[in-house]
């Protein structure tokens, strides 16, 4: 199992431009989640998924688009990239049952916007 | 509301204990969690415990719950040198989707002294 990977791994983008981060996981989990991590501000949810067709907002929704269309994706979309945007960003997976799941995380993406 | 607090910094002698305290609001968590993040990686589950617990001991980990006060803690003893981590305190709730988000803190980094 490769667990849950996360592309690119850097990532430099200028003020208005989009991108896509890419998130899989290859363990049929349910839940797919992305957060934001800055310092100071530990980790904030963006947005989450608890399956396929499923997505909800978390804390710092703005400015991110996210859709679940197979279990094993969960993209995350910057549609018009900000300098406030700039930040490492972890995807998380996990299971549903019961409330408690341990959560796997990703290696992370360092974003730079300019 | 949904809010986890814990203190930035920590800092302690190897072979000395640590504790790491951290708050949080919202009185529906089912179940706290630790996390550790090492330098350059995502996080991984550390130990948990379920809300209607006091206290949890996994070698040299103690988890602590007050669920009066909203608090949990956790105690390493025996701290060393790769102790020296950011560690994140997260609750599980429920969500809009009628099922579980996970909220994570601020995160508090450890550094242990030689």
């Known amino acids: 199992n490769a667990g849950v990977t996360q592309t690119p791994k850097f990532q430099v983008l200028k003020t208005g431009q989009s991108m896509t981060l890419q998130c899989a996981q290859d363990m049929n989990h349910e839940y797919m989640s992305w957060y934001r991590q800055d310092p100071g501000m530990g980790l904030r949810l963006i947005h989450y998924?608890?399956?396929?067709?499923?997505?909800d907002q978390g804390e710092v929704p703005n400015g991110y688009n996210v859709s679940r269309s197979t279990t094993e994706d969960f993209p995350l979309r910057l549609l018009s990239a900000a300098p406030s945007q700039t930040s490492v960003y972890f995807c998380?997976?996990?299971?549903?049952?019961?409330?408690?799941?341990?959560?796997?995380f990703g290696p992370g993406t360092r974003l730079t916007v300019l | 509301g949904e809010d986890v607090e814990q203190s930035l910094f920590l800092s302690v002698r190897e072979g000395d204990s640590s504790v790491i305290n951290c708050t949080y609001t919202d009185s529906s968590s089912t179940y706290l969690y630790w996390y550790k993040q090492e330098p350059g990686a995502g996080l991984q589950l550390l130990t948990y415990i379920f809300s209607n617990m006091d206290m949890k001991q996994d070698q040299r980990l103690t988890v602590l719950l007050n669920k009066k006060d909203k608090h949990l803690s956790l105690r390493i003893a025996d701290t060393q040198t790769g102790d020296s981590a950011i560690y994140f305190c997260?609750?599980?709730?429920?969500?809009?989707?009628?099922?579980?988000?996970?909220?994570f803190g601020t995160g508090t980094r450890l550094k242990v002294l030689a």
């Open positions: 998924s608890v399956g396929a067709g499923i997505t």
């Open positions: 997260a609750e599980s709730l429920l969500g809009g989707s009628g099922t579980y988000k996970y909220i």
């Open positions: 998380a997976s996990g299971g549903l049952a019961g409330g408690f799941n341990e959560q796997f």
